[in-house]
């Protein structure tokens, strides 16, 4: 099983960027999938979360209004829409799958993992 986060980059304050999490050896269509990000110094933290259906989403409220979850089950991907980027958001930013469709923000509830792409927000 693997999951490709690609799509990150270096952006200005107030633009945006949109990455891809790509899943391949097992299909993940029955699965809830999730976003969190790390900085530098500190913990990976939580960005959001989609069911399996798509819907039920949640968000942390650094990114709520701003960032947006979608999944292609037919293409077994899912996607981060950022919008409005700010400093704060600079991250290495991992998506996974959750072994189940709970409504999870913990990084422990997450079985598969994403090698992380990098998103750069300049001031």
């Known amino acids: 099983v693997q999951l490709q986060a690609s799509g990150g980059g270096l952006v200005q304050a107030g633009g945006s960027l949109r990455l891809s999490c790509a899943a391949s050896?097992?299909?993940?269509?029955?699965?809830?999938m999730g976003w969190f990000r790390q900085a530098p110094g500190k913990e990976r933290d939580f960005v959001g979360s989609i069911g399996w259906s798509g819907g039920r989403t949640y968000y942390a409220d650094s990114v709520k209004g701003r960032f947006t979850i979608s999944r292609d089950n037919a293409k077994n991907t899912m996607y981060l829409q950022m919008n409005s980027l700010k400093p704060e958001d600079t991250a290495v930013y991992y998506c996974?799958?959750?072994?189940?469709?709970?409504?999870?923000?913990?990084?422990?509830?997450?079985?598969?993992w994403g090698q992380g792409t990098q998103v750069t927000v300049s001031s």
């Open positions: 996974a799958v959750l072994l189940g469709d709970w409504a999870s923000r913990r990084v422990s509830d997450y079985a598969y």
């Open positions: 050896g097992r299909t993940f269509s029955n699965n809830r």
